[in-house]
Every structure is written in structure tokens, then in C-alpha cells.
């Protein structure tokens, strides 16, 4: 009976312990060879990891069940990516998208038309310098 109650506590605790993986920041205190070295372990821990990154609108709102649109690092996502119900963006970092990185990882989102003044989009940043939890739209121009 102990065995069966130590096999139901397993199988339900581990999904959690695989998920809550953290990243060690890097310090923005070392010189510029340290950062860099940093940033390439950081690349290549989050290579074909799947990160959550909770999205916020312009008015502090979550941002939820929405169409998002990504470029990693200036390659462009050919299709939508879509919040969830909690406001959480799930990306997986494809070797095929991380390879477009030197060592720094920069995500540009973009919102849904209509969001900013005159029906003009929003945009929000990431990066593994700082591996922001959230991040919240803004309505600075575009590039």
C-alpha cells in the first residue's frame, strides 16, 4: 500500500519538477568576454527548450488569448503564436531558430492590430540577458 502511495506522489510531483527549470542569469558586473561566454551557455541551455513568458497589454492587463507575432534574433516565426488563457507565451527554442543568434537571444513580440493609437500595433522585447518572467506591450514605433 506505501509502495502504491510513493508511485501516485511520484507520477504527480514530477511534471513539476521537469518544468520549473531555472536559468542562472548573467551578471552584468563582468566584463564583456564573461557576458558573452555567459550568454553562449544560456543559448545553448535553452536550445529546444520550451520557456513561459507571461504578456502583458499597454494597460497592464494580461494579454490573453490573443495572436502574437515573434522574430527571434531577426528571423521571423511564419506563423501566429497564440497567449493562453493566463497570459502565458509558450516558445520552444528550435536549433533552427537559436542558430540566427550569436550569443545574445532577442525576442521582438508583436501585437494584434488595434491595440495602440490610430488601430496601430504594440511590441514588447525579451532577452536572455535579462530572461524577463513577463514582459509588457508597448507603443513605441516599430522598426
Given amino acids: 500500500m506505501r509502495n502504491i502511495l510513493i508511485i501516485i506522489i511520484l507520477c504527480l510531483i514530477t511534471p513539476y519538477l521537469a518544468y520549473s527549470k531555472n536559468f542562472e542569469k548573467c551578471s ?16 545553448s541551455q535553452l536550445m529546444n527548450e520550451n520557456i513561459n513568458i507571461k504578456i502583458y497589454s499597454i494597460n497592464k492587463e494580461l494579454y490573453k488569448n ?15 503564436k497564440y497567449t493562453d488563457r493566463n497570459g502565458q507565451l509558450n516558445i520552444n527554442f528550435k536549433s ?34 535579462e530572461l524577463n518572467d513577463s514582459i509588457y506591450f508597448s507603443c513605441n514605433t516599430l522598426k
Avoid: M, P, V
Fill in 66 to 80: 490573443r495572436n502574437i507575432f515573434i522574430s527571434i534574433c531577426g528571423y521571423n516565426i511564419n506563423k501566429y
Fill in 96 to 129: 533552427k531558430y537559436l542558430t540566427k543568434c550569436e550569443a545574445l537571444i532577442n525576442l521582438d513580440i508583436i501585437s494584434e492590430y488595434g491595440l495602440c493609437k490610430d488601430g496601430q500595433y504594440a511590441n514588447a522585447k525579451w532577452d536572455s540577458l
Fill in 28 to 43: 552584468s558586473d563582468n566584463n564583456s568576454y564573461e557576458i558573452d561566454k555567459c550568454l553562449k551557455n544560456i543559448k
